[in-house]
């Protein structure tokens, strides 16, 4: 903690003011007010600083009594010491400012020594004060709590206690979401809580120990917790009913009560994280085995050093597959541990270890090294690589060296960037939005292609899709699985993400594709790769140099129509079937029709330029010519869906303005439809 050592003089005398900096400027930042009106503005602006005040009592404006009545009513103000100036010795004002809760007193004009002896001792005592008694909620600090746990402990050896500790779910987003004050006050409404909760025991001891971390220490009963932990969670409930406020709490029985009660907490906080974002879950009891997976986490802690130095990490690569094509078209590095005694360990046993603490950074670093490598083996080898991703952790993003680091990395091996692609994960593009962009930008500037990663895994909002300049998103298959039973609703999310995804620009990487109707299904809704244990499971560098090699030996394995491939490369917005397309000068709909259900997919630039959007046309105008025309086309979406030719179709558009409608059949998946429809205008032989 910074000492405070600003004092704040309030006199109205220049003349004694000057007289009183001089002496005292050598030890301490003196500020001064000419009046209680003054000073109380300068508390406002700078109360975190000022250790102590040395008031004067007869002033103009506001004199000292005045300023002491104001002073009183702020909490904000309660550990500051007062020293009062008195020019006579009169009992009535000194009692008067003792009731107002002033710390000392001088006699003016001042003996300098003997003031500054006097602010040396008030200012000790309230730093005795300040470390023993929490200034926003006036509970026990940690170092009082823990010392007066200790003393209940020797007090009382036939009791068993239980040490909680308790905080609140996601107490930093209600400080954002609506500010320090009301963070504030629901702490302080909570400390009130504790005090109520204490009148029921006869021995209990609690504190706040930092933030929104708070420790009681109680006789052990399962219904004393009970009762406690009910009695929070209804409390915090209460406090702020917009937002829903839940308290996790972690308990260690005391057993061994020898141990130092830093270590009694540990076990609680332990405990603690076992209900932490579980909806309903609020105590957590500590148990042994706790204690052996965190035993186990601080070795793989310790032990990665060693295992970067002697290469124990391995780069496994998981090919990503052109759906339209069905071939490979590059990989991920997905990091892999060879440990010599444990065997392979999976990045889900080490990476959120990594994570917690910033170590990942270091391995992130390491595999992107390890992967520039690669590519430049296999340039030598005089192959021309397609591109690999790495993952790249969010403390990378917030390194201010990472341009440098990976500009540095692709000159070491002389390699194009564009090999090198980066995977971000979605939920740190929420964070600093405006960091992200910047970083993005410069790593566009360098060439490198940015992933955003695990899309739908987190607070995604398509939103974000079209403020961040990615050009790839990644989204993983657990997205649709997450809410099964929803009646395929996330199956309707799913594509209209990467339709959304599509209109933007930014080709789609399915993630997590396990079964074949998964790949037909994205096939239909467009998706253009795919990644996943269908295709091919992460693997060693060599098996999947193998792998592509034998996909370069068959040539033409792709089991697609042609006609299918078309309709796939429609969906590439940079594909030149899709340029094409656009160019054509014929207006043409995109139309998937699926068990007599109708949905427009894509038009060409002519398309809406002369049919449904042109620019006179309102919204209400769109929709009852879309209607109209599917209305029109129901019949020959029916008669082709049941094998046959349809007749072509006359529509009059505007008045005199007509054009013939041909619908033609691009592509069938099991039972969806895509449908071609193309408008030749007919007015002139009308
Ligand atoms: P991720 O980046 O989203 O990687 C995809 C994960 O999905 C990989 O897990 C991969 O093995 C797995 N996966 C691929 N296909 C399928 C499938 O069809 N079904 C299922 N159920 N899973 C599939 P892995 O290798 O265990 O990695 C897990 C996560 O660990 C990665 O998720 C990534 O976030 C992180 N990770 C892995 N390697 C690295 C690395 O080098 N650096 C960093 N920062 N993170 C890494
Ligand atoms: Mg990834
Ligand atoms: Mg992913």
Same mark, same amino acid.
Request: negative net charge; contains cysteine.
């Given at each position: ?116 002896? =006097? %602010?040396?001792? @008030?200012? +000790? #005592? ?5 470390? &023993?008694? *929490? ?60 005090? =109520? %909760?204490?009148? @029921?025991? +006869? #021995? ?5 120990? &930092?933030? *929104? ?74 148990? &042994? ?22 290469e124990q990490f391995v780069v496994y690569l998981q090919p990503k597959i052109n759906?339209?094509?069905?071939r490979s078209y590059g990989a991920e590095a997905l990091v892999r541990w060879k440990h010599?005694?444990?065997g392979m360990i999976s990045p889900g046993e080490f990476i959120p270890?990594y ?5 990942i950074?270091?391995l992130d670093?390491y595999m992107w090294?390890h992967v520039?490598m690669l590519l430049?083996?296999w ?6 690589p397609n591109p690999v991703s790495v993952n790249v952790s ?26 090198l692609n980066l995977e971000?994960t ?25 992933m955003?990663d695990d ?19 990644k989204v993983d298959m657990k ?30 990487i399915v993630e997590g594709v396990e079964t074949?109707?998964q ?10 790769y795919a990644q996943g244990f269908y295709f091919a499971k992460p693997m060693p560098v060599e098996e999947y140099e193998k792998f592509v090699a034998k996909e ?135």
């Amino acid at each position: 903690m910074v000492s405070k050592n600003t004092i704040l003089i309030v006199d109205d005398e220049e003349v004694i003011k000057k007289a009183l900096m001089d002496v005292l400027d050598k030890d301490y930042d003196v500020i001064s007010a000419a009046n209680g009106k003054e000073a109380l503005d300068t508390l406002e602006e700078r109360h975190g600083d000022i250790a102590l005040i040395v008031l004067d009592l007869i002033m103009p404006i506001m004199d000292g009594f005045e300023f002491l009545a104001e002073f009183r009513k702020n909490d904000a103000y309660d550990n500051i010491p007062i020293i009062v100036a008195t020019s006579n010795n009169d009992d009535d004002s000194e009692l008067k400012c003792l009731e107002y809760g002033v710390w000392d007193f001088v006699m003016k004009p001042y003996n300098p020594l003997l003031l500054q002896f =006097r %602010i040396k001792n @008030a200012m +000790d #005592k309230s730093r005795m004060i300040m470390a &023993e008694k *929490d200034s926003v909620t006036g509970l026990y600090t940690k170092v009082k709590f823990y010392r007066e746990v200790r003393q209940l402990l020797d007090e009382e050896p036939d009791q068993t206690f239980a040490f909680m500790r308790f905080d609140i779910d996601r107490f930093k987003m209600i400080n954002n979401f609506y500010g320090i004050k009301e963070g504030d006050k629901i702490l302080k409404s909570i400390a009130k809580e504790l005090r =109520r %909760i204490a009148t @029921a025991f +006869d #021995k209990i001891l609690f504190g706040r120990l &930092e933030n *929104d971390v708070f420790a009681i220490c109680l006789p052990y009963k399962e219904e004393n917790i009970e009762l406690v932990s009910n009695a929070l969670q209804l409390h915090v409930k209460k406090v702020n009913k917009d937002y829903n406020i839940k308290v996790s709490c972690g308990v260690y029985v005391i057993t061994d009560r020898n141990m130092d009660v830093s270590e009694m907490y540990d076990r609680a906080f332990l405990a603690a994280k076992n209900c932490k974002g579980k909806y309903v879950q609020t105590v957590s009891y500590y148990d &042994e085995s706790m204690i052996e997976s965190m035993r186990k986490e601080q070795s793989i802690i310790n032990e990665v050093n060693r295992a970067i130095e002697e290469e124990q990490f391995v780069v496994y690569l998981q090919p990503k597959i052109n759906l339209v094509t069905e071939r490979s078209y590059g990989a991920e590095a997905l990091v892999r541990w060879k440990h010599p005694e444990r065997g392979m360990i999976s990045p889900g046993e080490f990476i959120p270890v990594y994570e917690k603490n910033g170590i990942i950074g270091r391995l992130d670093q390491y595999m992107w090294r390890h992967v520039c490598m690669l590519l430049r083996k296999w340039m030598d080898e005089g192959i021309e690589p397609n591109p690999v991703s790495v993952n790249v952790s969010r403390v990378n993003i917030y390194n201010p060296h990472l341009i440098k680091i990976l500009k540095n990395l692709i000159t070491e091996f002389k390699i194009p960037a564009h090999l090198l692609n980066l995977e971000i994960t979605e939920s740190a593009f929420m964070e600093d939005q405006d960091l992200i962009m910047k970083k993005m930008s410069e790593l566009h500037k360098l060439g490198f292609k940015i992933m955003m990663d695990d899309f739908g895994s987190g607070y995604s909002s398509l939103n974000i899709l079209k403020d961040m300049e990615v050009d790839y998103l990644k989204v993983d298959m657990k997205f649709l699985q997450q809410d099964q039973g929803f009646n395929g609703k996330g199956e309707k999310v799913l594509t209209s993400v990467i339709r959304m995804a599509k209109w933007l620009n930014m080709p789609s990487i399915v993630e997590g594709v396990e079964t074949l109707s998964q790949v037909d299904f994205l096939k239909c809704i467009g998706a253009e790769y795919a990644q996943g244990f269908y295709f091919a499971k992460p693997m060693p560098v060599e098996e999947y140099e193998k792998f592509v090699a034998k996909e370069r030996e068959n040539k033409c394995v792709s089991p697609v129509s042609e006609n299918e491939v078309i309709v796939n490369e429609l969906w590439n917005t940079r594909s030149n079937v899709s340029l094409l397309f656009d160019i054509l000068d014929t207006p043409i709909a995109i139309y998937e029709y699926r068990k007599s259900k109708v949905e427009l997919l894509r038009t060409n630039k002519k398309y809406d330029e002369v049919i449904n959007f042109d620019e006179d046309i309102d919204d209400e105008e769109y929709k009852r010519r879309l209607s109209e025309q599917i209305d029109l086309l129901m019949d020959a979406f029916e008669t082709i869906d049941k094998g046959d030719i349809p007749n072509p179709i006359e529509y009059e558009l505007t008045e005199d303005v007509w054009y013939q409608i041909t619908v033609k059949l691009m592509g069938r998946r099991s039972d969806t439809n895509i449908m071609m429809v193309t408008f030749t205008n007919i007015s002139q032989y009308k």
